[in-house]
């Protein structure tokens, strides 16, 4: 497995790979195209990588340097690659090369796939440490979506995991809608 960082709208992989961003996620857990592209080009704590197995698109993976952790925004396998533990060697490249500090966002466990998803990250390192966690929208930061927020860590001091979100939500979701 491969990541390979996208940093321009020239990249001839980037349409194909805006194809699986938008078919993997619901419109309330992405950014609109030209939002995402400003980013991509523009947003240096923003790394946007495609996932390639064997020379071919199996993926990509988001993720954003904040401050003193690293929040995992979004992660998508190609349907067709699924079977190929494409996400575990993500989380493996994550554990050996992101050191430090992991946020990221589940849907809260209501059915079989998002416990099983649940599940996967916590057999990765990853617990829950928030179930009250508001996501807000891409498009609008007064509208919120409930999530689940996942650790690799612990937050005896809940003061921390506080300030962690307050610094999500400006540099990721407000920020970005300027």
């Not at 321009?8 to 194909?16: F, H, N, V, Y």
């Not at 950014?31 to 923003?46: D, H, P």
């Not at 396998?77 to 589940?106: A, F, T």
């Amino acid at each position: 497995m491969e990541l390979r960082r996208i940093t321009q709208m020239e990249d001839p992989q980037l349409p194909e790979v805006i194809v699986l961003y938008q078919q993997a996620f619901p419109a309330s857990e992405r950014r609109e195209v030209n939002q995402l592209k400003r980013l991509i080009v523009g947003q240096s704590a923003m790394f946007f990588h495609v996932i390639e197995e064997g020379g071919k698109l199996a993926g990509l993976f988001v993720y954003w340097k904040l401050a003193d952790f690293y929040y995992l925004e979004h992660l998508a396998v190609c349907p067709e690659m699924r079977n190929q533990k494409i996400g575990q060697k993500v989380l493996d490249y994550i554990r050996e090369h992101l050191s430090g500090e992991h946020l990221l966002e589940v849907e809260p466990a209501v059915d079989e796939i998002t416990t099983r998803r649940i599940n996967y990250y916590r057999r990765n390192g990853y617990e829950i440490v928030e179930k009250q966690y508001r996501q807000p929208a891409y498009d609008n930061p007064e509208k919120s979506y409930p999530l689940w927020l996942m650790s690799n860590r612990d937050y005896p001091d809940r003061r921390e995991l506080a300030e962690h979100i307050q610094v999500i939500k400006e540099e990721v979701y407000y920020k970005p809608c300027l």
